[in-house]
């Protein structure tokens, strides 16, 4: 929409804060709109005895929005927090201490601290600046009658009217820091959470890599309650001679297959790992050894069964396992061991077989 467009076109300066612009043409748009409801309500007897006051503080407002068009974002700033203390100063009078008038000084703090990248210290005097011009607001207009004769309902008309529009003002500055705060701090989770998956994950398969399952097996250690965990490595048969044969691209393809084929029929829960080169770690929780070698049997047989396509090649490889049950007289590392142990006498027993 171009009411939009035009709410959020940039200023002519470059490297100025775009959120802080924003934020102050709103102001000035509830600010109006807030002005205009005073004055409706309290009929034109309080224009008709005040009109230059009227006519310099509405003038003021929208050539003060437009500035921000042309202006940087601080001088824009102290330009708002001039005319809200102005605005409060000579309206006070005219409506009375109890139309709320005062309330407006809520805003100006809050942009002392969200619009303005000051230190912290100059923020902390900008604020007791504004206190030090709210207590005085008191001492000079505290209880101040209202010179406009209103009735009653007009008097809490006009009440709600700024109560309204300072509500307004605060929750808009709020949500526009915050969601800025809150978008940094989502990118920035995300992010670690990508540098996490790429630091735990095997960039070629997918599959976690060696340091992650080592973390892994440690936190399966020490918090094991004493269900039964299966270990199994596999590696695969003759893949120096798929390398040789097909090229290191296509041996890469079969790996990335191969992890492929493990993720289809593995069921959940199930830890997957590159162990390193042509070899492949699983951990089944929750599972003996029986159950774990029907697991690894059937993946076993898929990948016996499977053609892989690269190019116009069909490569056909087969995996040897060795299996090998958690003893909780023994830590992981002991496990690991005996299931290599096992895949080496698979390798000495022909291949393509699972040893248990």
């Known amino acids: 929409m171009w009411i939009s467009d035009f709410i959020t076109k940039d200023t002519s300066f470059e490297n100025e804060n775009k959120t802080v612009i924003v934020v102050l043409r709103i102001l000035y748009l509830i600010s109006f709109l807030a002005f205009c409801a005073d004055t409706i309500v309290a009929g034109p007897s309080a224009v008709m005895m005040y009109p230059f006051r009227y006519f310099l503080l509405f003038s003021a407002n929208v050539v003060l929005f437009f500035t921000t068009y042309r202006l940087r974002t601080k001088v824009s700033s102290l330009l708002f ?31 002392c601290f969200f619009a303005s990248y000051n230190r912290a210290v100059l923020k902390f005097i900008n604020a007791g600046l504004v206190l030090v011009i709210r207590i005085a607001t008191i001492g000079i207009f505290g209880g101040i009658k209202s010179v406009v004769v209103t009735e009653v309902i007009q008097d809490k008309l006009i ?59 440690k936190a399966v250690e020490e918090s094991n309650d004493g269900q039964p965990i299966s270990i199994a490595i596999g590696d695969i048969d003759f893949f120096k001679k798929v390398n040789d044969t097909y090229g290191h691209d296509a041996g890469d393809e079969v790996l990335k297959y191969l992890a492929r084929v493990m993720r289809e029929t593995s069921r959940d829960g199930t830890f997957l790992a590159r162990w390193g080169g042509e070899e492949f770690l699983m951990v089944f929780p929750d599972s003996n050894g029986d159950n774990a070698y029907i697991a690894v049997e059937r993946l076993r047989e898929a990948i016996e069964n499977s053609v892989i396509l690269v190019g116009d090649e069909r490569i056909n490889v087969t995996m040897t396992f060795g299996l090998a049950e958690y003893s909780f007289n023994r830590n992981s590392e002991s496990t690991i061991k005996e299931a290599d142990e096992k895949l080496y006498l698979g390798k000495q027993g022909g291949r393509n077989r699972v040893v248990y």
């Open 81 to 111: 927090m001039s005319y809200t203390f102005a605005w409060t100063v000579c309206m006070i009078p005219v409506y009375g201490w109890s139309a709320g008038m005062q309330n407006y000084y809520i805003i100006i703090l809050m942009l």
């Open 159 to 217: 009440q709600i009217a700024n109560i309204s529009a300072v509500f307004l003002e605060i929750i808009f500055i709020s949500y526009m820091f915050s969601r800025k705060e809150n978008e940094a701090e989502n990118k920035l989770m995300k992010y670690n959470d990508k540098l996490l998956r790429e630091a735990n994950t095997d960039k070629l398969t997918g599959l976690f890599n060696r340091r992650r399952a080592d973390e892994y097996l």
